[in-house]
């Protein structure tokens, strides 16, 4: 099973961090180039422990619906998402916080599995890994450059 670490300093305070990364309209916005929208369970705001969303996008030349439930928290160091349906055969997605000196690090664990036996598995080598590991590294360029800047206040008031 893939699992891809990204580990992202962002200068601004650790809770702020936390807050923008659960936030839905900001991801909607990292990821505004798939047409990605929110089309169930929790659809803007701020998700919690326990909620789920519903995705709906345009990845890999298909509309694909996406449901994933947030299966843990530990405010402001710690949240994963995991995949309700979906067409990984899994998906979790562990978000850790760390505080430093000077802001924040942002720790992305995102692991999968696709379906499809051996096939999915030379698929995810040759192309799924890196197509995931890049919308993780736009979403969280969106993320700095709003932390960092006073941008943050229009999605978190």
């Known amino acids: 099973m893939p699992t891809i670490h990204l580990t992202t300093f962002i200068a601004a305070p650790i809770e702020r961090v936390f807050d923008l990364c659960r936030s839905i309209d900001l991801h909607k916005k990292s990821m505004a180039h798939t047409g990605e929208e929110a089309i169930g369970g929790t659809t803007s705001?701020?998700?919690?422990?326990?909620?789920?969303?519903?995705?709906?996008?345009?990845?890999?030349?298909?509309?694909?619906?996406?449901?994933?439930?947030?299966?843990?928290?530990?405010?402001?160091?710690l949240f994963t998402d995991e995949m309700v349906t979906g067409d990984f055969k899994s998906m979790k997605h562990e978000h850790?916080?760390?505080?430093?000196?000077?802001?924040?690090?942002?720790?992305?664990?995102?692991?999968?599995?696709?379906?499809?036996?051996?096939?999915?598995k030379i698929f995810n080598t040759i192309f799924l890994?890196?197509?995931?590991?890049?919308?993780?590294e736009q979403r969280n360029i969106l993320i700095k450059e709003y932390a960092e800047s006073d941008k943050w206040r229009f999605i978190l008031s």
């Open 129 to 136: 890994t890196s197509y995931m590991k890049k919308l993780l």
């Open 45 to 77: 705001g701020l998700i919690a422990l326990n909620e789920t969303v519903t995705w709906k996008a345009k990845h890999l030349f298909k509309i694909r619906i996406l449901k994933s439930a947030i299966t843990q928290m530990d405010k402001p160091f």
């Open 96 to 120: 850790h916080f760390k505080k430093v000196n000077n802001g924040s690090l942002l720790i992305d664990l995102f692991s999968f599995e696709s379906p499809y036996g051996n096939f999915g």
